[in-house]
């Protein structure tokens, strides 16, 4: 494991430097599970550009969009994010394992 992800991928939403996507991760598996994330999030913002829809909402901690998961028990909603190198999933409530 090194300390910076391996994989990295940013993109600017609405054709504009208002809102940045980053993704990190520290493997290729991963990076493609958050960049199908980031593909929903990208396709939700340029065919709801004014819409704001609030039931995936944003992180009020850390004021990014939170994703739509299908898990084991449901639906829930995390983004993540990285803290010290490491990638960490945050529901809302703060990151997880920190
Ligand atoms: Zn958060």
């Known amino acids: ?18 809102e940045q996507l980053v993704i990190r991760a520290d493997n ?9 994330n980031a593909d929903v999030i990208i396709s939700k913002v340029e065919t709801k550009p ?7 909402g944003v992180c009020s901690i850390h004021n990014v969009p939170l994703i739509e998961k299908n898990g084991k028990f449901g639906v829930f909603y995390s983004h993540a994010g990285v803290v010290n190198g490491k990638t960490v999933y945050c529901q809302g409530k703060g990151y997880k394992g920190v």
């Open 1 to 18: 494991m090194s300390d910076y992800p391996a994989y990295q991928y940013s993109v600017f939403l609405k054709g504009s430097r208002d």
């Open 28 to 36: 290729w598996e991963e990076f493609m599970e958050l960049k199908k």
């Open 50 to 56: 004014t819409q704001n829809n609030l039931s995936a």
